[in-house]
């Protein structure tokens, strides 16, 4: 005879998504749901080498882009390498970086560092430099220890359709 608990996490889990259950469930019928939106954003987060869904993941970014006449901007809040995935580590997160590669090429794309983002080597500045000449904006609070200064700038800002929008990078050192 086997007895099903929930957990405390999962408890908590849902009691902290409570309250947006009634904001959602408002918002559904608001005249504002039914206007056109000025922005979409698509996040995520915590990747971690994840390749067996790397490619859904970017056909469902296409799909979804292209649903849309609004401006979108992708936003990948760190947390993209894995260094207990053999195939990123023998590769040097070859997919990781294709997969980079393909985002800005749906929307313009953000990415936060995150403190696994340096998994693969030990200096994230050439990580960023490389980031960057993929075409993505990099943002983060985290603090290169050897010298006190930031991996990128912490805040950027983006023009997308009509909108101004300020970013800020905040990651977990």
Known sequence: MSQSFISRRHLLQWAACLPLAGAVAGCAHSPVAQSRPKLRVLAISDLHSSY????????????????????????????????????????????????????????????????????????????????????????????????GQPYAPSTAQLSLGDETLRIVGLGTP
């Open 52 to 147: 067996g869904r790397i490619a859904q993941l970017l056909a469902a970014f296409r799909a979804e882009v292209a649903s849309s006449d609004a401006p979108h901007l992708i936003v990948v809040n760190g947390d993209s390498f894995e260094k207990g995935n053999v195939v990123s580590v023998r590769s040097e997160g070859a997919i990781d970086w294709a997969f980079m590669a393909e985002l800005p090429k749906i929307a313009p794309t953000v990415f936060n560092l995150g403190n696994h983002d340096n998994d693969l080597v030990h200096d994230l500045h050439p990580v960023v430099a490389r980031m960057r000449s993929l075409g993505l904006t990099v943002v983060s609070n985290l603090i290169d220890k050897r010298t």
